[in-house]
């Protein structure tokens, strides 16, 4: 649900183009939730799925696929970032 702070920010950057408050907010939360937050939950979720090994004797756990499914939405993110990117630095060239 935090990402849900960033589709407001978002949706505010666009509605109020004037206000420059949102379009920081919504940067600061992108990098905060999508490039921090999420590449960490891997290292989270892997320690909590070797603990649920070692305690249940099998990597075959129904924890398994928490990381797994955290490593694709952060490869999501990673790919989303890069184009969010690129459209800001090419729009900052067609301004020049």
Request: proline residues 4%; positive net charge.
């Amino acid at each position: 649900m935090l990402v849900e702070i960033n589709t407001w920010f978002l949706i505010a950057k666009r509605t109020w183009t004037s206000v420059r408050v949102f379009e920081t907010c919504f940067y600061v939360s992108w990098v905060a939730l999508r490039n921090v937050l999420y590449p960490w939950l891997i290292y989270a979720f892997y320690h909590e799925w070797r603990s649920e090994t070692a305690k249940c004797g099998s990597p075959w756990n129904p924890i398994l696929i928490t990381p797994i499914f955290q490593v694709a939405l952060t490869a999501l993110n990673c790919q989303w970032t890069y184009t969010l990117m690129s459209k800001r630095s090419s729009k900052g060239n067609k301004q020049l």
